[in-house]
């Protein structure tokens, strides 16, 4: 088409114009749908035939498929850049299955495995002590089974070689720690409480600072287990 040609469409609408005839264009916008109705398109859509298929079996063949495709649409779900959101999901899922007292079982016990299988896997450094958790019976002396010894190799293996074991248990007895109220606990808050009564200058004149009530609970109880 030249340039001094004009297309029939405009011609058709200058005609319209100069003869006053009311101009109606046709609306071609999309028009804007919230999440709400979104997520029932697609649930309508994936629910149809001719390949009727649940919500929970469309997710389950979006996270299990070895299409090619679909994994480029998850290839960020456990990346730095997605994983927030990933555990948004989780969460959400956490909340809904805890509704029912069915779902808590379920939810309690695939925890439980969770748990054992992620402390199962963190073990303490391999070789020779200090390096290693190993102690030869041919190489031990007698500070070996010292107070303090003992007490620099728990925080050492417990805390760095077993960190999710460490902050679980810990979390428990801080949680435990505003529901009940023991002797025990009594005499932990008492240690806490000498320790920041102690003056700063005492480290320069031999003391050693006791570890906080928290800590030597958690040293009881590494030590029953």
């Known amino acids: 088409m030249s340039s001094n040609q004009t297309d029939p469409e405009t011609e058709l609408l200058t005609a319209q114009e100069a003869s006053g005839e009311e101009i109606v264009m046709e609306d071609t916008t999309i028009p804007s749908l919230s999440k709400d109705q979104k997520t029932i398109n697609v649930c309508k859509e994936i629910s149809s035939l001719p390949t009727k298929m649940t919500l929970k079996v469309f997710l389950l063949n979006f996270m299990e498929s070895a299409n090619s495709t679909l994994a480029t649409w998850q290839r960020f779900w456990a990346q730095p850049c997605g994983i927030t959101s990933t555990m948004d999901i989780v969460h959400a899922l956490r909340n809904e299955i805890n509704k029912t007292n069915v779902g808590q079982a379920a939810w309690s016990h ?29 190489t031990v002396q007698d500070k070996f089974f010292s107070e303090e010894e003992m007490d620099c190799r728990q925080d050492i293996v417990v805390p760095k070689d077993m960190p999710s074991l460490y902050n679980t248990l810990l979390g428990m007895l801080k949680a435990q720690r505003g529901h009940t109220i023991s002797p025990v606990d009594h005499e932990d808050a008492q240690l806490g409480k000498e320790d920041e009564e102690l003056p700063e200058e005492a480290n320069y004149a031999g003391y050693s600072k006791k570890a906080s009530g928290l800590e030597q609970r958690f040293k009881r109880v590494c030590k029953v287990y």
């Open 110 to 138: 695939f925890i439980q495995q969770e748990a054992i299988s992620i402390a199962s896997r963190e073990q303490p450094a391999r070789g020779n002590y200090p390096q290693g958790s190993f102690q030869s019976s041919s």
